[in-house]
């Protein structure tokens, strides 16, 4: 079945430098990427999607490219900052409709 | 504001005693659905509707059932709640079913069965 597979966390940063957060998928047909966050103590919050290859998504300094040849939707972001700690989840949405979660990543950036 | 929302936000239960955790947006979305949250797993599909009186089951559906007479509203109901059952909840919305639609999340609630 379908699936998505993120790098494990918690990842710790310092501030300014360079996020990865690697995601790949398993899907059939022509799914939908998304990259959700959640904050402490809130709810998940869209922070960017690609619905076809090679579309990139982007928001908030964030970034992600649709690699269908590698299947893949690595997050990226060129210099975190304390506010970007929260948990990163890599998602596919498939043609049925269905969303299908990573497990999260954790990601803490420091002073 | 569009937005879905959710009640309660915190919920301490025992064992066997009934709750309803309520769901309501107000973005006119066909499609609606709860998911768990537990640590290392992501979020779970229990349930999801294409539109009202149209629900399924999805990936974890046993010890819950839904609900949907009414566009807005999804309730989740435990009929005989279950310390597994205690988690972090999300109800979640969008447009339609289609690939490309968003779905957008309520703040979450987090349940604890004694």
């Known amino acids: 079945g379908d699936s998505v597979t993120q790098m494990e966390g918690p990842v710790t940063l310092s501030e300014e430098a360079f996020l990865t957060i690697n995601c790949t998928y398993t899907?059939?047909?022509?799914?939908?990427l998304f990259w959700y966050v959640q904050y402490p103590g809130e709810g998940l919050q869209l922070l960017l999607k690609?619905?076809?290859?090679?579309d990139k998504g982007s928001n908030k300094g964030f970034e992600a490219t649709y690699r269908k040849e590698t299947t893949s939707f690595h997050l990226e972001k060129g210099s975190v900052q304390v506010s970007d700690s929260a948990v990163y989840f890599c998602?596919?949405?498939?043609?049925?409709?269905?969303?299908?979660f990573g497990q999260g990543t954790e990601l803490s950036v420091k002073p | 504001e569009a937005q879905v929302t959710q009640n309660p936000r915190y919920l301490i239960t025992v064992t066997g005693k009934k709750l309803t955790v309520t769901c309501s947006q107000n973005?006119?979305?066909?499609?609606m659905s709860w998911y768990r949250q537990d640590p290392g797993l992501g979020l779970r599909q229990i349930y999801y509707?294409?539109?009202?009186?149209?629900?399924d089951k999805g990936d974890v559906p046993e010890g819950y059932k839904v609900s949907r007479k009414e566009k807005r509203n999804f309730p989740l109901i435990l009929e005989s709640p279950s310390p597994n059952q205690t988690s972090l909840y999300f109800c979640?919305?969008?447009?339609?079913?289609?690939?490309?639609?968003?779905?957008?999340f309520g703040p979450g609630t987090r349940l604890t069965v004694l």
């Open positions: 979640a919305s969008s447009f339609s079913r289609s690939s490309t639609d968003t779905q957008y």
């Open positions: 899907a059939t047909g022509y799914p939908s």
């Open positions: 690609a619905t076809k290859a090679d």
């Open positions: 998602a596919l949405k498939n043609q049925g409709g269905k969303l299908i």
């Open positions: 973005m006119n979305h066909e499609y």
């Open positions: 509707s294409m539109n009202v009186e149209v629900t």
